[in-house]
């Protein structure tokens, strides 16, 4: 039986982290210009459930769309810096990657084998969820309340708060209207962008193992589990 050398290892998680920062936790969201704008789209709610989250794919990178008026401020009292969008995408990750304006060796290096500051970007828009990431792979997923409750929850204890309870934000985010704020934990492999969505998800009560989730295709297949897809991404789901 081969055993796989530990700088292999290494190697190859190296090579997974450059891919996912490169091509996806930096990147906008793709739009196709050409496509017409449709009306803000209110998904239908399954027996026992009452809200409805998004799960969104760009590439190597995965966030959660939440409807705004949905996320109670008391329990995410930055949603209040939201309250004009329709909607807002929650994403987690390296900070110098996310904010970066080039992407560097060093830079993947220092994210790969060191533990980094985080961000949570918070970026909102008018309009559908499909309007706005038109190719990007989306898949709606239904929720009770209580497991809604319990995301939020997740989301709000994401952030890093200030002695006096007060969240600290970093600057404009990258597209919509966005945010950067400090994240509490660190950044390093395979803690990525992609297990924080999963851990969102787990936290709400759904069948994933955020371990497995490092890529986006993993949690985009899993999430279709229990969720239904809305949209496909060009490439078509995994």
């Not at 530990?6 to 496509?35: D, I, K, N, Y």
């Not at 803000?40 to 008026?69: C, D, N, P």
């Not at 929650?90 to 961000?119: H, M, N, Q």
Request: proline fraction near 6%; include cysteine; charged fraction near 20%.
């Amino acid at each position: 039986m081969r055993v796989c050398r530990p700088q292999f290892v290494l190697v190859a998680w190296f090579f997974v982290l450059a891919s996912c920062l490169m091509s996806g936790c930096s990147s906008l969201p793709g739009r196709v210009t050409q496509q017409q704008s449709d009306p803000i789209q209110f998904a239908g709610v399954e027996q026992g459930a009452s809200k409805t989250v998004y799960v969104v794919g760009h590439g190597w990178h995965t966030g959660l769309v939440l409807r705004t008026s949905d996320i109670p401020p008391e329990v995410v009292p930055e949603i209040r810096d939201f309250e004009d969008t329709h909607f807002v995408e929650l994403g987690w990750g390296d900070e110098g990657f996310y904010r970066a304006k080039s992407i560097t060796v060093p830079l993947v290096l220092r994210a790969a084998f060191w533990p980094t500051p985080s961000v949570l970007h918070v970026a909102g828009f008018r309009g559908s969820v499909k309007n706005f990431y038109q190719v990007s792979d989306i898949v709606e997923v239904n929720l009770s309340d209580d497991q809604f409750d319990n995301m939020c929850q997740f989301v709000a204890n994401t952030f890093a708060k200030t002695e006096t309870g007060e969240s600290i934000p970093l600057g404009p985010g990258i597209y919509g209207e966005s945010t950067f704020y400090r994240a509490k934990e660190k950044y390093y492999v395979p803690k990525t962008c992609n297990t924080w969505t999963a851990k969102a998800l787990k936290h709400a009560g759904f069948p994933i193992i955020p371990q497995f989730a490092v890529t986006a295709d993993n949690v985009i297949s899993r999430s279709r589990r229990f969720g239904h897809v809305l949209q496909e991404s060009p490439s078509g789901l995994k």
